[in-house]
């Protein structure tokens, strides 16, 4: 199996694995980064989400062979409780998570996009998150913890 | 204080390791010294343990979902107990260190766990403050506690730790023998009065938000076991399918990839996830395929109408219907409502992992029922019920029997089959098109309202599948599709329900019916419990109904319930939710497609009614919930805010089955198999406000609120789209090609 290497969270990496092979997995099971979650294999829910090099991709359908040289950044690589993103501080803040699965693409989505337009209005911010998916129906208590961020942003 | 984290807690106390190695038996109490008590309900230690740093476990047999639970039972413990809050752990789930109080259930993880730890904790006051009597030579009536110490009025003091830190209490308590939801225990102790607490009624922060928000602890879908395989279950491409052959040439590309077959049940497992992904993929299975095994979708409802019926009820029956309704000068109004098949389609697709020896068998579980998991696996295997463990770990969501509860049994039957740990987790469509479905049904309805407007009559008759075709857990392996597909057959239980309220209508039936599942075993249209068991089902029907009525009679649909509803706590959510919501009774016959719609139920002794306001767009159909106001009454509030979100996720959720969510299924299987054909609520129509308005009542005990909400929206927001277009939607979901169509009908 060919070997790929890319930065993780600032640690330089390297996968044996087929070139096919959805990022997920490698980061799940060849390095241990259980962040990224299999919601439905097919970029439809988010819930394994992360950065390459800035932008939120669905690490279920990227091959690992297109991580390659790459910078793959995912909620931990985010922030820490010791030095948390801004909406992660206001998402426990505002107490947001129920099952807590989908967050990460939330939050990982939501992060990449206040880069973009940190003054985003209510709607812009439902248009951003469009195609991801919450089965607790915590969607109020997250445009919430982001508009808080955003004060804090701003 | 030192603050642990999760984990750490989890590790010091040895109640979950990082590993996931199965933590040992005795763990939870490895700090305390002395024999250890049989894990049963009728020991105190069973339900709770003062270590000698002072800190207190609570041993709790139900699980917190996401809604808080957790704190709530910490809140309850700490008020007796007279320690603070967050001296306090909630051990959740560990069929190791808990007793079967059900599992997360029926909304009752405050009502009936709550009051068990409540009991408990009193019982555990009572004795400790009689060891401090005896150690202070005070008589106890002399006593107080703060914070964990006992003082005299002389100022001498002894801490509980020093009492009994490092010790058992070894205290019987007596069980009223109940297993599930309805375990209790009776004491000695005398709990507090509402006027006593200090940390119940506080806003207290919940225990797992952080550690999902940072990442920082582990899902069930992350436990690895050293040595495990990760499998796949092959479920047929249609229903009532056997398996006539395998071909296990066809994954003989994949290294370390084999296939477990027994019967009709199929999986692959392998060393690599994506080894084990594939070879799902590439397996060829030939299936003898019964052809037709389902209805058109499109006549389903007409399949559930012409069904015959298996088992009638009439829980509520009085006065004499055939008169009211033949009654000279009476006006009939009826209607029928129709409901689809749903999926829980939680986030991520069941996940369980397990290892099964010889003589024992361990299983981490994200099923919200673990003891019942426990029970079905031992039975699966052969084992007797104390040779398994099952440890629930948080899952990819739970809202009633999904199916969490298939992959733990799947997951243990695997393991055994290949003699090491194994991981299972199914693919979307396991989630979607292959979890136990909360059940269609029709309603039809009946009223007889006489010259002066009065309802003597009332007729709403439920008609459906059975709500647990499964069961509510996965106690048996009957109830599973590993046991169905090697050979147990379904038992099933026929079970529907009716509407809860209190109209007075002097003349009143509701009933229920329950007709024959689809397919018997192993079917994708099978029914169990989904969160509120038929309770939107139900009332999507019967509080649009309470609106044509008063409709009919020209009455404003607020004031028609508050003239006819009998219960004065019923009266007053209605009235609390009109007052937030600023309803004013106007003439209905002004449609500016935007509108406002009240609907009211009660569950277990939960009052709740919501006020929808919508918009709705004739070119696209959309139908978007702007505002949902809610009063809820649920008797003792304990965590105001964690109530409110409760609420506030159970609006989102309903709104979501209400206009968006219907399984679809052709002539031969289920063809919702992921969010495309199966969509849920998006950011974009979700509310702009919710609004909610807690009535608390300290003098009455706290029933439920995990679920009411979710019986009142379905019909809050038909009846905010009838108040928008005067037009009846009486068929769940009201989605856009629904609404289009009907809106150029009228």
Known sequence: MPSFRFTVDGRRVSVNAEPEMPLLYALRNDLGLDNPHFGCGLAQCGACTVHLDGEPVRSCVLPVSAASGRTVTTLKGLGTPDKPHPLQAAYVEEQVPQCGYCINGWVMTAAAYLKKNPKASDAQLRDALAGLKCRCGTHVAILRAIKRAQARLA | ?746
């Open chain 2, 1 to 746: 204080m030192t603050t642990l984290t999760r984990r750490e807690f989890l590790k010091t106390s040895g109640a979950l390791v990082v590993s996931f190695a199965a933590p040992p038996l005795t763990g939870a109490l490895a700090q305390v010294a002395g024999g250890k008590p049989a894990l049963v309900p009728t020991e105190l230690d069973s339900w709770i343990a003062v270590l000698p740093d002072g800190r207190v476990q609570a041993f709790f047999g139900k699980m917190d979902m996401g809604q808080g639970l957790e704190v709530v039972i910490a809140q309850i413990v700490a008020d007796e107990l007279d320690v603070a809050c967050d001296k306090v752990d909630v051990l959740m789930g560990d069929t190791g260190t808990s007793c079967n109080q059900g599992g997360a259930s029926g909304s009752t993880g405050v009502s009936n766990g709550g009051r068990l730890l409540r009991s408990a904790a009193a019982e555990a006051r009572r004795l400790l403050l009689e060891s401090g009597s005896k150690r202070l030579g005070v008589p106890a009536e002399q006593l107080r506690v703060e914070e964990g110490i006992i003082l005299s009025q002389d100022g001498r003091k002894v801490a509980y730790s020093e009492l009994v830190g490092g010790k058992y209490f070894h205290h019987p308590v007596e069980w009223n023998k109940q297993v599930g939801n309805a375990m209790d225990i009776k004491v000695r102790a005398k709990p507090k009065t509402p006027q006593e607490y200090r940390v119940v009624g506080k806003s207290f922060a919940r225990r797992d938000v952080a550690w999902k928000v940072y990442g920082t602890d582990r899902f069930v879908t992350d436990v690895r076991v050293k040595g495990m395989l990760h499998a796949r279950v092959i479920r047929p491409p249609r229903a009532a399918c056997k398996v006539r052959g395998v071909d296990e040439a066809s994954i003989r590309s994949i290294r370390g990839a084999r296939v477990v077959r027994e019967k009709d049940f199929v999986a692959v497992v392998a060393p690599r996830e994506w080894d084990a992904v594939r070879a799902a993929q590439m397996l060829k299975v030939d299936w003898h395929a019964l052809d037709g095994a389902f209805p058109a979708m499109d006549s389903l409802h007409e399949h559930i109408r012409s069904a015959k019926v298996v088992k009638r009820e009439e829980p509520v029956k009085k006065g004499d219907l055939a008169a009211a309704f033949s009654a000279p000068g009476v006006r009939i109004v009826e209607a029928q409502y129709e409901w689809p098949f749903q999926s829980h389609a939680s986030m991520g697709p069941g996940c369980a992992v397990a290892d099964a020896k010889a003589d024992r068998c361990t299983v981490w579980t994200g099923s919200q029922k673990p003891h019942f998991v426990r029970d079905g696996v031992a039975k699966l295997l052969g084992m007797a019920p104390e040779k398994v463990r099952a440890i629930w770990v948080a899952g990819p969501g739970s809202y009633g029997r999904n199916d969490a509860g298939d992959a733990a049994l799947d997951a243990a039957f695997l393991s055994k089959a290949a003699g090491k740990p194994v991981r299972v987790q199914g693919m979307r469509a396991d989630g979607t098109a292959w979890d136990p479905k909360g059940p269609a049904c029709v309603h039809r309805a009946r009223a007889a309202i006489d010259a002066s407007g009065k309802v003597i009559g009332y007729e709403f008759v439920a008609k459906g599948f059975s709500r647990q075709h499964i069961a509510t857990n996965e106690s048996d392996p009957a109830d599973s599709l590993v046991g169905q597909a090697t050979g147990i057959p379904a038992k099933g239980t026929q079970i529907f329900g009716v509407p809860a309220e209190s109209y007075g209508f002097e003349n009143k039936l509701l009933a229920w019916e329950t007709i024959a599942p689809l397919v018997e075993n192993c079917s994708p249209l099978r029914t169990a419990h989904m969160r509120d068991p038929v309770g939107p089902e139900i009332h999507f029907g019967a509080e649009q109904f309470i609106d044509e009525l008063a409709a009919a009679v020209g009455e404003d649909p607020v004031a028609f319930r508050l003239r006819y509803l009998t219960d004065p706590r019923h009266q007053a959510v209605v009235k609390a939710a009109a007052e937030k919501a600023g309803w004013q009774a106007r003439n209905s016959s002004e449609r500016t497609m935007k509108g406002r719609g009240i609907a009211f139920a009660e569950r277990n002794g939960t009052a709740v009614a919501a006020v929808a306001e919508v918009e709705v767009e004739r070119s696209t159909g959309r139908i978007w919930a702007r505002r949902v106001v809610v009063a809820h009454d649920c008797g003792l509030v304990i965590n105001p805010q964690g109530l409110r979100y409760t609420i506030e996720g159970n609006v989102v959720q309903g709104i979501s089955r209400a206009v968006y969510e219907q399984v679809r299924f052709d002539r031969d299987a289920v063809s919702s198999v992921d969010w495309a054909s199966y969509p849920i609520l998006e950011m974009q129509d979700a509310p702009a406000a919710i609004e909610v308005v807690l009535i608390n009542r300290p003098e009455v005990a706290p029933s439920g609120a995990g679920e009411p909400t979710m019986r009142v929206i379905p019909a809050a927001v038909a009846n905010a789209f009838f108040d928008a277009t005067g037009v009846r939607l009486r068929k769940a979901p009201l989605n856009a090609e629904r609404v289009k169509a009907a809106l150029s009908r009228a």
